[in-house]
């Protein structure tokens, strides 16, 4: 009875250990000085306004009025992008990366108009779709975990400076043509047998008022000034799904 016992005690144990190893797929690609690779995500984003409440403009006619209008951005809208990159070994557990892409999406902004309207005494809505198109070239620290079998969870934090693309003068908000986002994020590495897949999440943060404050002075329909001129700050976040092949 007691080698049975023993028996099974060391089946059990060579099992576990047996289900904890398994083939290391790729087991030298961590030690590459310098590699390249793709990416494609999507994202979420929005703008925090601060608005400056009732406030005095100069109407087509040069007469000064007066306006009390809201702005929002009422929802997280969705993008993607596409890019490539380059990673740089430091050492057995950090990396530094460098993330060129391109940001594609649309932002739906409501402006309410507080002030009641004449035949209907309601406020009234007024709303832009804002379409935008960045250029980004992330710069990022990565600290990785010990790789155990075919994965490694690592952190990360960088900064993303971003070139707008798709501003005109004819949008009510007029976006900066350039932002920095400090972001922060997680991911983890899955070593497939021809090459390494990396789903990360991040989420970014603009450092900068990303609102262009003379846009006013370059509009050309007057009507809009009183829903231009109704915010004097913005700030962009944004949440970015990412899959890295490399």
Request: hydrophobic share 35%.
């Amino acid at each position: 009875m007691r080698i049975l016992i023993l028996t099974l005690s060391l089946y059990c144990t060579v099992a576990v250990n047996a289900q904890n190893r398994t083939v290391e797929n790729r087991p030298y690609t961590d030690l590459r000085k310098f590699h390249l690779g793709v990416l494609v995500g999507t994202h979420v984003q929005d703008i925090e306004f601060n608005n400056v409440g009732l406030h005095s403009y100069l109407d087509e006619n040069g007469k000064t009025q007066q306006a009390l209008i809201t702005t929002d951005q009422d929802r997280w809208d969705q993008g993607f992008s596409v890019g490539v990159l380059g990673e740089y070994r430091l050492n057995t557990y950090f990396q530094f990366r460098i993330a060129p892409a391109l940001y594609f999406g649309t932002r739906h902004i409501t402006f309410r108009n507080l002030q009641p309207d004449q035949n209907t005494e309601e406020a009234t809505y007024k709303h832009e779709e804002l379409k935008s198109v960045y250029f980004s070239t992330a710069l990022e620290l990565i600290a990785a975990a010990p790789r155990y079998n075919n994965h490694r969870p690592y952190v990360m934090l960088g900064l993303n400076p971003m070139l707008n693309l798709s501003s005109n003068n004819d949008e009510i908000i007029k976006l900066k043509s350039s932002d920095m986002y400090l972001e922060s994020g997680i991911g983890c590495d899955f070593y497939l047998p021809y090459f390494k897949l990396r789903p990360e999440i991040k989420f970014l943060y603009s450092l900068t008022d990303c609102i262009d404050q003379n846009h006013v002075n370059s509009i050309k329909d007057k009507s809009i000034i009183p829903y231009t001129t109704s915010v004097n700050r913005g700030k962009s976040k944004m949440i970015v799904l990412t899959f890295y092949f490399e």
